[in-house]
DNA sequence: TTACAAACCGACTGATTAGTCAATCTTCTT
DNA sequence: AAGAAGATTGACTAATCAGTCGGTTTGTAA
């Protein structure tokens, strides 16, 4: 693993459990085992940092949670499994899932931030279909999407402190209805 | 107002814009017109202060929200007022919205400290209603408070962004139905 | 082999930080 | 009026912080 993947990995760690204010940039470096210089050769600020590793984080859940969608499933099939992927993908990464909770609701975030993002417009699109063939209610594509991560982000929440639930499928999937029926026309 | 009190304003305004990280505790004092002592007098620790902050705050949105519900009210009734009562407050108080957010998303927070607050006892009580009465899906209750108000959240950030929708009182029922259709049965 | 750039080091700094403290003022009780 | 208790001040400090810099190593391409 490269340094500054071992920057990115000590960081998220760091960041997750003291927030951004408690861990100071010495600290990363020394506990990544790598010279503090390398840090602002890498990243030129802090700042740039954290963002570094919210664009990285987001990447990589999205691409994870499309790429399990069937191309001939129906709109609930893929909205269950862009659900269940996410879930599931901030459940074994619960660093991951504690930084992005504190990037996007910290000062740093903004929507142009998100709606800049690749995959959020792909999934966007998805709601705008969904709306289209009436099955979704009528509202912004971009409000759904939204309902939508929210919900997961608070039933990852709950899972988290109710593990014995997390493996039990049948459970899930009546968590799900929530945000199925919050969504659905 | 006294003091404590405005400090406490001042630090809600500064941590808004710029975070706890990026607000010194002498800036507060500061901008509050108070010397630098009598914060540390009030609040031995800054963390303190940010503590103190957050159960202030919290106190005062659920006894505005719970405050409005009628006695005689049906369920639904009494849903729709606390969604309608929580959406407004923090519309109108943007920075005790943006500091709330930044609080129980940051590495202060825990679930023990969310289930200490009687006023989260009593939404509890609430849900727990709706599901003896097979009108809410069979579901821990303080999960479906959390859907709730991550939903209230939601709406919050939206109608911030589109603030010409803000005194649209039949698109915020519809905004509502997003809310009742994920607990209901 | 040379030469050049990018990776890398860690000691260093100037600014900033949370928190202290000795002294003064205000308020209230007796 | 005395005097105790709390409120208030702001200069102070020790620690910590983000970021710099002069120099070294490593990879690579001609």
Same mark, same amino acid.
Request: glycine share 4%; no cysteine; proline share 3%.
């Given at each position: ?13 760091l ?52 790429g ?6 129906? *709109? ?5 499994? $862009?659900?269940l992927?996410? #879930?599931?993908?901030?459940?074994? !990464? =619960? /660093? ?47 409000? *759904? ?5 929210? $919900?997961?982000?608070?039933? #990852?929440?709950?899972?988290?402190? !109710? =593990? /014995? ?21």
């Amino acid at each position: 693993m490269d340094k500054r993947t071992k920057l990115m990995h000590t960081a998220k760690r760091l960041f997750s459990e003291n927030g951004f204010y408690g861990t100071a940039t010495a600290r990363i470096a020394k506990e990544a085992g790598v010279s503090n210089g390398i840090l602002f050769h890498y990243f030129p600020t802090k700042d740039d940092l954290i963002k570094a590793m919210y664009f990285d984080i987001k990447d990589r859940i999205f691409q994870y949670s499309l790429g399990q969608v069937y191309k001939g499933a129906t *709109l609930k099939e893929s909205i269950y499994t $862009l659900w269940l992927a996410a #879930v599931e993908w901030n459940l074994e !990464n =619960p /660093e991951d899932f504690d930084f992005m909770l504190q990037f996007e609701n910290s000062p740093y975030y903004s929507v142009e931030i998100e709606k800049s993002h690749k995959y959020v417009q792909m999934s966007v699109e998805l709601a705008e279909k969904g709306i289209e063939q009436q099955v979704f209610k009528h509202l912004t594509p971009l409000l *759904l999407f939204q309902m939508m991560s929210s $919900l997961v982000d608070t039933t #990852v929440k709950f899972l988290r402190i !109710n =593990p /014995e639930l997390q493996s039990d499928n049948e459970y899930k999937s009546r968590l799900f209805e929530i945000a199925w029926d919050a969504i659905k026309k």
